[in-house]
């Protein structure tokens, strides 16, 4: 399948370090594609044919809030391979999973190596919150069941379970590049007859019921689909949700809670949590 083209903007941030976490969540309810942390703040990138005007807009009022300031530049097409090679870096979550572009060696010491290419660094691993999602992972049983990964990006939490013996992968993404991805990186790593995947809302995934549904996206989204995804789960059915700042813990497990959910056990890196529940 060949790669859409697509010109970036990278928006330079200049803000304090102790503030850069929060600017990340309120930055991911826009469509930035991904973050990068510099020394003196960070770089957030967006594509250029989204609705940039009214995006900055919201942007400007955020940075008001936040006291940070930013400047914008173009990185056309061409360019963006380089910048994502020079900035991405393999991931290792001990002798479970690894995850490496294909210019990286390859990874001896890991159970399950996972090789992504993607257009745009879509959930690369990179971030505290995926790397706690395959983290979780470890302890749940795939073999045989179905999995819905809701917010794919890369599809490595799909590829992952499906390495784990899912049956039935789905996975869905409102940003076409990544869901184009998801279908290049399941064929890469030789799960494509098992990974689904979908373009659109989740109204864009057939009616099936879940195993296990995998949700690392942001705190809004969650809350918003916390009872879509109650009712696509089986009984005793799991959900791993992250992209959930430790400050919106607690909201984010009451509202779970009020869904119908059983909050079974958390785990932190840096300032973000990953959650996981249970259908009672």
Request: proline letters at 4%; one cysteine or more; charged letters at 20%.
């Amino acid at each position: 399948m060949a790669k859409p083209t697509m010109d970036y903007y990278r928006y330079v941030i200049q803000s304090a370090a102790p503030l850069r976490e929060v600017i990340i969540a309120f930055l991911g309810d826009l469509p930035f594609d991904t973050f990068e942390e510099t020394e003196t703040g960070l770089n957030a990138y967006l594509r250029k044919d989204d609705d940039v005007e009214a995006i900055e807009g919201q942007l400007s009022d955020i940075a008001g809030q936040l006291s940070f300031s930013y400047t914008r530049e173009l990185i056309p097409h061409q360019n963006w391979n380089k910048v994502w090679e020079s900035n991405f870096e393999p991931i290792q979550v001990g002798g479970f999973c690894g995850v490496r572009a294909s210019f990286h060696p390859p990874m001896a010491d890991v159970a399950h190596e996972i090789v992504i290419d993607p257009e745009m660094a879509f959930g690369t691993g990179h971030h505290e919150t995926t790397f706690m999602m395959m983290h979780q992972m470890q302890g749940l049983s795939f073999e045989g069941g179905r999995v819905f990964d809701y917010g794919c990006g890369t599809g490595i939490l799909a590829i992952l379970a499906a390495m784990l013996g899912a049956e039935q992968v789905d996975a869905v993404d409102i940003e076409r590049p990544a869901y184009e991805s998801t279908l290049e990186n399941a064929s890469r790593n030789g799960v494509g007859a098992t990974v689904h995947a979908f373009f659109g809302d989740l109204g864009a995934v057939p009616d099936n019921q879940y195993d296990i549904v995998l949700a690392n996206i942001n705190r809004n989204v969650i809350l918003n689909s916390l009872r879509a995804l109650y009712e696509r789960l089986l009984p005793e059915g799991v959900l791993l949700a992250s992209g959930i700042l430790l400050t919106d813990k607690a909201l984010v497990v009451e509202n779970a809670e009020s869904a119908g959910f059983q909050w079974l056990a958390e785990e932190r890196k840096g300032d973000w949590a990953c959650l996981k529940f249970k259908k009672a």
